[in-house]
């Protein structure tokens, strides 16, 4: 009887994960940096997803249009080691890798850089904040749960928006179990469903950034049991993916 192959679960965050950019950012650095710096000012005192749907409505009004959002997601940096690491994967009959895409950015900003890249469907599933264009070419953004309605219990620093521990859970409750999950992240965002990984299990943090900072700070007392392997360059993530 032949042998099963080995079913195994690809987390991606997006921004800083799969792409070399912070989506949120990068579409204001390019069209508007004033904007950009307005964000910064403000992000202490405002939720962020809100305040990304605050300035495409001011961007908007200044006359920024869809084919510019659009053109700045389609020259953001995606490494091409990271594609091919992906595509070889998803082709793999074994492993057999499912995709999965949680991310705080929305679901235009990763359908269009995605779409660009020839990879419209290398995601199984994508767990996102929702963001639709308006006929007249605003780019409405919204959090993944509504401010209006029932409210995340997170208590490991999750943004009100999404707790991504949660959507991973519920994932895996639906599809259930994994031999091995594998978590690609970058930022302390991605900490909360990093802990509730197994002992067979792998995160993938990227270095000097949030995720990496809240492991060696808070992994050990949180109860941390999964594998780390810290990664700086998409290349080190496609020879981590050839070895499984």
């Known amino acids: ?53 605050m300035m495409c409505r001011e ?11 659009e053109g700045a997601l389609k020259i953001l940096p995606v490494h091409p080691a990271m594609l091919r690491a992906v595509k070889k994967l998803k082709a793999s009959e074994d492993p057999s890798a499912t995709f999965f895409c949680l991310s705080n950015a929305n679901e235009v900003f990763i359908s269009t850089i995605l779409k660009d890249k020839g990879v419209a469907n290398i995601f199984d599933r994508v767990t996102t904040n929702p963001a639709t264009w308006e006929d007249n070419d605003l780019l409405v953004v919204r959090r993944r749960i509504d401010p209006n309605g029932d409210q995340h219990t997170c208590q490991v620093g999750c943004s009100p928006n999404m ?9 895996l409750k639906e599809h259930g179990e994994y031999e091995k999950v594998i978590y690609i992240g970058d930022g302390s ?12 299990d792998t995160v993938l943090a990227r270095t000097a950034r949030g995720l990496q900072r809240r492991i060696e700070r808070e992994g050990a007392a949180a109860g941390l049991k999964c594998k780390v392997v810290y990664w700086e360059g998409a290349w080190e ?4 993916f050839a070895g499984l």
């Open 1 to 53: 009887m032949p042998l099963q192959p080995k079913k195994i679960l690809i987390v991606f965050d997006f921004d800083w994960s799969f792409v070399d950019q912070d989506t949120d950012r990068w579409i204001f650095e390019v069209n508007a940096p004033h904007l950009r710096r307005k964000m910064e000012n403000l992000e202490s005192s405002t939720q962020w997803t809100d305040l990304v749907a």
């Open 59 to 69: 961007a908007h009004k200044e006359g920024i249009t869809r084919e510019q959002i």
């Open 163 to 171: 707790c991504k521990g949660d959507e991973l859970a519920a994932f």
């Open 189 to 200: 965002n991605d900490f909360c469903p990093v802990v509730r990984l197994r002992e067979q």
């Open 237 to 240: 993530v496609e020879e981590i």
